[in-house]
């Protein structure tokens, strides 16, 4: 954690600047009608969970280039997440992986605790092999030919519900990689029947309370079919299962020019939209750091939430999932949890009825006036108040350099070797 | 229709080549253990449909060049599509589309009868403005946000029902263009749930023998988003209509990259596939002729296809949808037909007990390579044997030539004008 | 044109707000060391084209829907950019396109002086073919395989040159169509080298004083190839030609994912960046209005911009160029104008300096935060405030609704039949 | 190597029906005017060379599952490249990869002797860091800000050359992942001026008679901007170097959509085409098995290189470029060369006469049908005919899986471990 008097200190210099746009923006704001003082408190309630192996550098089949001071373990990790949300108060929560994660569910809750934080949803790994592994994930793992591989994969998920229990998580998160490389390579029905078959194990073993969230993606590591490869398929795996199964949406995972808003839209109408990973992407799943491509494209997500926040059972999971290839992790995963606030706010500041007038009445040019008015307004002094009223940093990344956290974990954490893979 | 003399002329002076390579392919194809014979039996018995409006020439937003003795209506695209199943055997049905076909039903069962065709699917019409019509769809129409307009685009589809029925048609395909070209001109939820209740009515008109497919689309014409822009929307349509609704996959109407003989398995493996329309496309809906950019696309489709014959319940209606800019459209129709068959030959002669091994040992190399196999091998004289025999030409495309048809009917046919629209 | 007192009235009901507003935004701006007046100093001198075809309503190949009062001809459309130009100060000049806008240039002139406009670029047609047209450019243009074709192609360009002379334009657009939509209908060496020999026909005719702008389009309306289908062959051309060719982007041209502004860079580095069509898409050549589906996108094109202008020799053109098929044109061309100064303004707002010394040092959290503070500053009260100084509306759309300038010509102007055109 | 009389056997099996599938396709071209063994001379004539690092077990970002008996080091690599070659007898020669393949050179020139190889295009790699190195490429290489890094880059592709001068390479192939993962990371203009710089001097250094070839990619390791893009820009740095610069073209680092075979067209007729990368792509640069994905759009691709080979300057270099993580990739490289010569073939089987004439008239319909003859023909008894003749296998997968090469190499290369890398 960083020393509270030095982020006092960085506030105090940016108070003053802070405390002028703020009034500024809030007259504004009344002169359009809108009582910002409201969409502060919404904001300040906002929060999105991180994930624990974002604070670890980031990188590509082809190299990684690690950071200094990298995260040793999940202790080191989730130091590193208190840090994201002491600056950002935007953060509360930490999803886990397993078995990257794996320990003792009280040495877990007893860190968790230290840094402020709590345990977001579960994250199963059958995308890899670990070592000492019975059998290999090579050619698939909820819905590979063999049962015994499948039965593998079945106990691993049910294994993170069981330590999730212990630290108080709600949900489990399933990504598969699953799919082929070539036409023929698998026999798509049979492959989607073993997966259901599978995951209705999974599902079998949810506590009441809990959600399974399934993760649908286009594709990669997969690269000729992916066996739960776009929304559609995701919907139907959550209507197999029953109530607790919900759909999680990434905004990397999909074709290209895919209308991902609308997406939130249908999952959301059917009762089907459980959660999302936060990125941006220009090209493929890119897990850019969320808003740094298509800051619009966001506030439209966004848009839709806020549309079906009146709904009582509305309530999906939000968790950012970026790879930091080239920034410090801290600071894009405090930035990005800025920008999720940021569309949030913006999308609050919509005018809901006269959008609707506009709808209504098909006048096409006032209404999308409508959603850019929200969009380009500069909210940043809400975000910076509620995160100085919270305790936090008017600015985090300015705060977290004038803290030398980065050099001072970097005495204690060895440095990591640079050296490329050689996989091309 | 063609005289039979000059069919049969054609043919004659193309029959030794025939059968020399009918008896060579029969001898390889018995060495790997295939009887040519019941593969073209299989092949003798597949039709594809023929879009009435095919036989016209297409175009884009900016220019339509017209071509020679365009047929001025649908009993001259009905003497154009009799020629097509003439020479190729292979396109036993039309599809028709309403208002444009709107005639006595009378009359177009017994220009059908002379010709040698039945009816396919209906298709109604609620994306363009009929002279008369008392409501626009500029703004939508099953979808509109004004009930009287949604009402009108009902009544037209009931309307389609009615005359189907008459001319012995069991299916109707709706495709609407219904969506916005700005985020936030439309409310994804109410605009849906609009369509679903309009749906409804048309679904309720329908009689028992009947279904109803629904198309979906990526885009175009509407250009941020549509109403059902992909098979996930689709399928919540069917699956909230009943039994009798299907989803219709058109081939160019998916986002880039995606893996359509994917979306293929999962339709059929849910009981949803309706129907296709097939063309090829590059970049965007661009209705070229099937298998002329990704034959092996095409291929993967029927693999798909013929997977799931053996399931009795499973007959997806087959027609072509396409547009031809730049061909003889009588020319584009016939090879299109072949090449529908084609595929299907080539899916025919793989060998899915030898798949299915490699597929369960997840032996890629081996499984694609099995695939692959079909594809490249070369069934031109099964298709062409399947037309002799069946009274058509070898070459259809040479004996249409040789036929003179298309100046014959240019005589009689006046020559449309070629100034553009100005739609840029 | 709009009288001038509903301007006044409009602006006297909104003129405290924008006060206030842009008092607010000078002093924050002022806490940031940025000097709003010298921002609306340059946002006041910066101007876009007007397309004339721009304020007819556009269509698809499936439908147009007509809206009320359109222009009959080039007469009426230069009185509607005439009010574009009025209410927004930000389009002084008309790009016309022939033949549609063909008319004796002194009748155009003294248009063009009584709505307070000039020309810019001039557009050539051989994409569609026009009554009593002795060839058709169904099978190609400048790069079709008959020489006495590719002539009549050049003899319009040069046509157009000689127009373009007597009304003070000093550029020629070439936008071809030429491509093919199957592969081997043409050879594409053969094609591109007939397409340079007949540009350069064109080039040679060219004032001394003008610029050749040729424009690149992936696709439509061919589907398979295009002869000038990306920035590459632009280049070349451009190459090929001489100084006084330079390359076109229309935003809406390029590949799915391809990053644009890098393209913008490259073109500029090389002294080959001759111009801009802007306008706005999510799919193909959607045409939508400009920023409406990607604002951030624009503006990292204007920061490539604003980047550039230091260079004395960097001097594109803008136009912009959409299609407006559910909106009133005037009300999208006005609004997409705006927004072109919005990403200029917001790009002015970038301090380059400090920009520089985070590439420089490969902070890119910062760098990229650099350019997100000037995208997301709220410039609006920048860019009403010069409009109301140059004597245009702070609110165009509010005025020109005020003005009921719409229903005054449709009184004049007849209403056209919303038929479809059978083109699917 | 695998013992003669394995493949002698092996072939035993195959060579009645290979004879008589021979003789059949013979025949049968024979009625088409073609001479069979024209076609067979000059496809055992064609070779493709093997990327040194394709025959190790590839991965993605998230795992790599290896597979049995994988190369420990080049001279193992070189061992399982002559394998493919004596069973193929299409792959003389290996490109290496720097450092990785870094051995004393008599040694490399012992071993490729051995095996019966020679050694293609050098690759020099600065897209990962090495151990011991002393600057990072962690933000860029031939490109970075910092001058003491690009000099590492430049002097690493010199030693390049200088070993490649020795082992009788006549090419560097240079592919750098420079570029940025935020807008404003880098200004695109300065990054491609230093890349130009510091390419010169590599430029500079090459030997008279060796070739330099930079390769184009869209994305990735770079997610918002990569410095050699696109072929655009990889013509400008061929342009800008020189004679001795061509460009390099990887069938799967292209935008989707994109025509390749007319990019191919375009540097052809420029004289820039330098050489290919093969592979195939559904979605990004997937990196799967040659022709395994879209088999007609390498066709195309060899209809352009079969176009071009009257022009005797004409001589681009081809190697295989995969990864291939779910296959032997022994297996994969075999069949991935037979696919590359059967694309050969078939281009080989269009007469080019009468497709012109069909150009020239623009009989589109009867010019794709010519090739798409070409394509639909099943020439795999040629290229069989032509392996058996030159002492390879019929059936390459056949003979090698019968030899148990692979267990014997497992015997003594020790099993790597499969655990995942943590990069998510």
Same mark, same amino acid.
């Given at each position: 954690?960083?020393?509270s008097?030095?982020?006092?200190?960085?506030?105090?210099?940016?108070?003053?600047?802070?405390?002028?746009?703020?009034?500024?923006?809030g007259?504004?704001?009344?002169r359009?009608?809108?009582?910002?003082?409201?969409?502060?408190?919404?904001?300040?309630? =906002?929060?999105?969970?991180?994930?624990?192996?974002?604070?670890?550098?980031?990188?590509?089949?082809?190299?990684?280039?690690?950071?200094?001071?990298?995260?040793?373990?999940?202790?080191?990790?989730l130091?590193?997440?208190?840090?994201?949300?002491?600056?950002?108060?935007?953060?509360?929560?930490?999803?886990?992986?397993?078995?990257?994660?794996?320990q003792?569910?009280?040495?877990?809750?007893?860190?968790?605790?230290?840094?402020g934080?709590?345990?977001?949803?579960m994250?199963?790994?059958t995308?890899?092999? #670990?070592?000492?592994?019975?059998?290999?994930?090579k050619?698939?793992?909820?819905s590979?030919?063999?049962?015994a591989?499948?039965? #593998?994969a079945?106990?691993? @998920?049910?294994?993170c519900?069981?330590?999730?229990?212990?630290?108080?998580?709600?949900?489990?998160?399933?990504?598969?990689?699953?799919?082929? @490389?070539?036409?023929?390579?698998? @026999?798509?029905?049979r492959?989607f +029947?073993?997966?259901?078959?599978a995951?209705?194990?999974? =599902?079998?073993?949810?506590?009441?309370?809990?959600?399974?969230?399934? +993760?649908?993606?286009? =594709?990669?590591?997969?690269?000729?079919?992916?066996?739960?490869?776009?929304?559609?398929?995701?919907?139907?795996?959550?209507? #197999?299962?029953g109530d607790?199964?919900?759909c999680?949406v990434?905004?990397?995972?999909?074709?290209?020019?895919?209308?991902?808003?609308?997406?939130?839209?249908?999952?959301? #109408?059917f009762?089907?939209?459980?959660?999302?990973?936060?990125?941006?992407?220009?090209?493929?799943?890119?897990?850019?750091?969320?808003g740094?491509?298509d800051?619009?494209?966001?506030?439209?997500?966004?848009n839709?939430?806020?549309?079906? +926040?009146n709904?009582?059972?509305?309530?999906?999971?939000?968790?950012?999932? !970026?790879?930091?290839?080239?920034?410090?992790?801290?600071?894009?995963?405090?930035?990005s949890?800025?920008?999720?606030?940021?569309?949030y706010a913006?999308?609050?500041?919509?005018?809901?009825?006269?959008?609707?007038?506009?709808?209504?009445? @098909?006048?096409?040019?006032?209404?999308?006036?409508?959603?850019?008015?929200?969009?380009?307004?500069?909210?940043?002094?809400?975000?910076?108040?509620a995160?100085?009223?919270?305790?936090?940093?008017?600015?985090?990344?300015?705060?977290?350099?004038?803290?030398?956290?980065?050099a001072?974990?970097?005495?204690?954490r060895? !440095?990591?070797?640079?050296?490329?893979?050689?996989?091309?």
């Amino acid at each position: 954690m960083i020393k509270s008097d030095i982020i006092a200190q960085a506030n105090d210099a940016a108070n003053a600047k802070l405390k002028a746009d703020y009034d500024a923006l809030g007259e504004a704001l009344d002169r359009r009608g809108i009582d910002i003082a409201a969409i502060k408190s919404k904001v300040a309630k =906002y929060g999105v969970a991180v994930p624990s192996w974002g604070v670890g550098t980031g990188g590509t089949r082809f190299a990684r280039f690690p950071g200094t001071g990298e995260p040793r373990d999940i202790f080191d990790k989730l130091d590193d997440c208190g840090v994201i949300h002491q600056l950002t108060r935007a953060t509360p929560s930490v999803s886990l992986h397993f078995p990257w994660d794996a320990q003792p569910a009280a040495d877990l809750n007893s860190k968790a605790e230290e840094v402020g934080l709590t345990f977001d949803a579960m994250n199963s790994n059958t995308f890899q092999d #670990q070592e000492n592994q019975q059998y290999s994930y090579k050619f698939g793992s909820l819905s590979h030919t063999d049962a015994a591989t499948r039965q #593998q994969a079945i106990d691993h @998920n049910i294994a993170c519900i069981a330590l999730g229990r212990e630290i108080g998580s709600k949900a489990l998160t399933i990504w598969v990689g699953d799919g082929s @490389n070539f036409p023929g390579q698998t @026999n798509f029905t049979r492959q989607f +029947e073993r997966y259901l078959e599978a995951t209705r194990q999974v =599902y079998n073993a949810l506590p009441e309370d809990w959600t399974l969230l399934t +993760e649908h993606k286009m =594709y990669e590591p997969a690269f000729y079919s992916t066996v739960v490869q776009d929304w559609g398929t995701n919907l139907l795996i959550a209507q #197999q299962m029953g109530d607790k199964a919900k759909c999680l949406v990434d905004l990397g995972h999909h074709a290209p020019n895919v209308n991902i808003e609308m997406i939130v839209a249908r999952l959301t #109408q059917f009762g089907k939209l459980g959660g999302f990973h936060f990125n941006d992407s220009k090209y493929g799943d890119d897990d850019l750091d969320t808003g740094s491509i298509d800051p619009y494209r966001l506030f439209l997500v966004f848009n839709e939430l806020v549309e079906a +926040e009146n709904n009582p059972d509305f309530n999906p999971m939000h968790m950012l999932d !970026q790879s930091h290839n080239v920034t410090d992790p801290i600071e894009s995963l405090m930035v990005s949890a800025t920008e999720v606030q940021r569309a949030y706010a913006q999308a609050l500041l919509v005018d809901r009825t006269v959008l609707e007038g506009f709808q209504e009445s @098909n006048d096409a040019l006032m209404a999308t006036t409508t959603l850019k008015h929200g969009f380009r307004t500069d909210v940043e002094p809400i975000l910076a108040m509620a995160r100085l009223e919270a305790g936090g940093a008017i600015d985090p990344v300015a705060a977290y350099r004038a803290s030398n956290y980065r050099a001072q974990v970097s005495a204690i954490r060895p !440095q990591v070797s640079g050296a490329g893979g050689g996989i091309v």
